[in-house]
């Protein structure tokens, strides 16, 4: 597995400034009041193979992995950090609650006023990482203009730490990956809504929970496995874990890679490496049958030596099943993938 390759945030402050503004980049593509450009998007999809003590091979398992990075310009990310300002008040709701979440925005907007000036100097790092945290924030709060119980969900992001490069644990952080993941699937046309167990998507008329959560320990993984199979048994007949691991790379850190390629690989080796060392516990919480499949998911920001434009956001997503689920199952399950490699260019 390619180690990836993490630099610390408090370096290269002269040198990120020097370049001029940088175009920020995230995983989905962002609301029409965003000025959003194409993204470029990949698929993967591979069988897993056990070869066994008399060397015959047997397919034990499919990952599907998508990659997906698009482009904003940072001359909106002003507008975009008052959108999301302006989507609590509307609600009643103060986002000074959250003191991470108001210093990300006041870091944003600050930044784009010193641009504005002509004062660039006045740029530094700290600046850039808190746009992108915006941008990423923002992309998917703003969608939630579509959901019903807006309110709660947004109370849900004021509650506890919004600083994505941190490692504390907390209620937005996993109110956000909800989100995140509702805006991906919505994207790709998929009919989800958010609904419990976290998320609903309709396949044919009938429902398919999504239980949303977030690894902050690997030594965590067994209980929040169970904890999700629990919620998808009470709400429905079957449904996907969706697991994010964001909180797994290095804290204050960001992604350094040479080309594009090689800053998926990195990530796509991250979930890959999950999915590996959690093997024995994936199977043992899918093999009963009523969560189908395992969804892993990591973003970073991230800096592409080669890239038009270095500092961006980035996302890997990975799917993983194992076989010989019943054919209804797997015929939805296949309608899910189809539909996550819809648009996207097979690698």
């Given at each position: 597995m390619?180690?990836?390759?993490?630099?610390?945030?408090?370096?290269?402050?002269?040198r990120?400034?020097?370049?001029?503004a940088?175009e920020g980049?995230?995983?989905?593509?962002?609301?029409?009041?965003?000025?959003?450009?194409?993204?470029?998007?990949?698929?993967?999809?591979?069988?897993?193979?056990?070869?066994?003590?008399?060397?015959?091979?047997?397919?034990?398992?499919?990952?599907?992995?998508?990659?997906?990075?698009?482009?904003s310009?940072?001359?909106?990310?002003?507008?975009?950090?008052?959108?999301?300002?302006?989507?609590?008040?509307?609600?009643?709701?103060?986002?000074?609650?959250?003191?991470?979440?108001?210093?990300?925005?006041?870091?944003?907007?600050?930044?784009?006023?010193?641009?504005?000036?002509?004062?660039?100097?006045?740029?530094?790092?700290?600046?850039?990482?808190?746009?992108?945290?915006?941008?990423?924030?923002?992309?998917?709060?703003?969608?939630?203009?579509?959901?019903?119980?807006?309110e709660?969900?947004?109370?849900?992001?004021?509650?506890?730490?919004?600083?994505?490069?941190?490692?504390?644990?907390?209620?937005?952080?996993?109110?956000?990956?909800?989100?995140?993941?509702?805006?991906?699937?919505?994207?790709?046309?998929?009919?989800?809504?958010?609904?419990?167990?976290?998320?609903?998507v309709?396949?044919?008329?009938?429902?398919?929970?999504?239980?949303?959560?977030?690894?902050?320990?690997?030594?965590?993984?067994?209980?929040?496995?169970?904890?999700?199979?629990?919620?998808?048994?009470?709400?429905?007949?079957f449904?996907?874990?969706?697991?994010?691991?964001?909180?797994?790379?290095?804290?204050?850190a960001?992604?350094?890679?040479?080309?594009?390629?090689?800053?998926?690989?990195m990530?796509?080796?991250?979930?890959?490496?999950?999915?590996?060392?959690?093997?024995?516990?994936?199977?043992?919480?899918l093999?009963?049958?009523?969560?189908?499949?395992?969804?892993?998911?990591?973003?970073?920001?991230?800096?592409?030596?080669?890239?038009?434009?270095?500092?961006?956001?980035?996302?890997?997503?990975?799917?993983?099943?194992?076989?010989?689920?019943?054919?209804?199952?797997?015929?939805?399950?296949?309608?899910?993938?189809?539909?996550?490699?819809?648009?996207?260019?097979?690698?």
């Open positions: 390619a180690k990836p390759q993490f630099k610390r945030s408090s370096s290269s402050h002269e990120q400034a020097e370049q001029g940088p980049r995230s995983a989905g593509s962002a609301p029409v009041s965003f000025d959003v450009r194409p993204m470029k998007r990949t698929s993967e999809h591979s069988p897993i193979f056990e070869v066994n003590a008399s060397g015959q091979s047997t397919q034990i398992g499919t990952t599907s992995a998508f990659t997906s990075v698009g482009s310009p940072y001359s909106g990310i002003k507008s975009r950090a008052l959108s999301l300002a302006n989507l609590f008040s509307s609600h009643g709701l103060d986002v000074k609650k959250s003191a991470s979440l108001q210093q990300l925005i006041d870091m944003t907007v600050a930044m784009s006023d010193s641009w504005d000036r002509g004062a660039k100097e006045e740029v530094t790092f700290a600046h850039l990482l808190a746009a992108a945290q915006v941008e990423r924030i923002a992309t998917a709060a703003l969608s939630i203009v579509q959901c019903a119980a807006q709660g969900t947004l109370r849900g992001l004021l509650t506890g730490s919004l600083d994505l490069l941190g490692r504390e644990q907390s209620k937005a952080k996993d109110t956000l990956w909800e989100l995140e993941l509702l805006r991906i699937l919505v994207h790709h046309k998929i009919d989800a809504t958010l609904g419990e167990p976290d998320l609903s309709q396949f044919s008329g009938s429902p398919v929970g999504f239980a949303c959560k977030k690894i902050y320990s690997e030594g965590n993984v067994s209980k929040v496995l169970s904890n999700a199979v629990s919620q998808i048994e009470r709400e429905g007949e449904g996907i874990i969706a697991l994010n691991l964001d909180d797994l790379l290095p804290a204050n960001i992604l350094k890679a040479p080309t594009l390629s090689a800053m998926s690989s990530l796509e080796d991250r979930n890959n490496f999950f999915l590996r060392t959690h093997e024995r516990h994936l199977r043992k919480y093999t009963p049958g009523r969560a189908i499949s395992v969804l892993v998911s990591c973003a970073a920001i991230a800096d592409v030596e080669n890239a038009e434009n270095r500092f961006m956001n980035t996302r890997q997503t990975t799917v993983w099943q194992i076989p010989g689920i019943p054919d209804a199952k797997a015929e939805k399950m296949n309608r899910f993938i189809a539909a996550m490699s819809s648009q996207y260019v097979a690698a």
